[in-house]
């Protein structure tokens, strides 16, 4: 058997990513793990950026300590990207649905909304099919694009 992979951290190319880490840990409690500037290797992410070309790396934390993290790498020239939240509020093939879980999707909807997140799905109760197929998990679910169009989902276990 092959031992699985640990998936330690998502990055996004980004156009801010100052402004997106601000949003992360507003909304989320997130801290900053790693912040600096950098000169990028052109093999990775294959952007179409120079090899050498300056970027800004922003790593935030959750609770764990190796795992659960966000990078934001944003490039000082600009590069081709997409727009922040979909005109008809829609995700597309290929996007990431980023699921976070709270305690309290209430007082997490306050927080995005105030921090500038475009709320997609209000906070609303429903269920599915629980892990063993057994039963239903209840979940109170709250959906949203942060700043720059990335979609999250945060449900709360009720």
């Given amino acids: 058997m092959i031992e699985a992979a640990l998936l330690r951290r998502t990055t996004f190319v980004c156009v801010d990513a100052e402004r997106l880490a601000d949003f992360y840990c507003v909304v989320f409690g997130f801290t900053r793990h790693y912040?600096?500037?950098?000169?990028v290797d052109a093999r990775f992410p294959p952007t179409g950026a120079p090899d050498g070309a300056r970027a800004r790396l922003i790593i935030l934390k959750a609770r764990d300590p190796t795992v659960g993290m966000l990078g934001f790498l944003q490039y000082e020239e600009a590069l081709p990207g997409r727009v922040p939240a979909p005109a008809?509020?829609?995700v597309r093939i290929g996007e990431p649905v980023l699921v976070f879980g709270t305690d309290d999707v209430h007082a997490l909807a306050s927080r995005a909304q105030r921090a500038g997140a475009t709320i997609s799905t209000p906070p609303?109760?429903?269920e599915v099919p629980s892990r063993d197929g057994d039963g239903v998990t209840r979940l109170r679910t709250l959906c949203f694009f942060d700043p720059e169009g990335h979609y999250c989902e945060v449900s709360q276990r009720l």
């Fill in 35 to 39: 912040d600096h500037a950098l000169a």
């Fill in 88 to 90: 008809d509020g829609r």
């Fill in 124 to 126: 609303s109760d429903w």
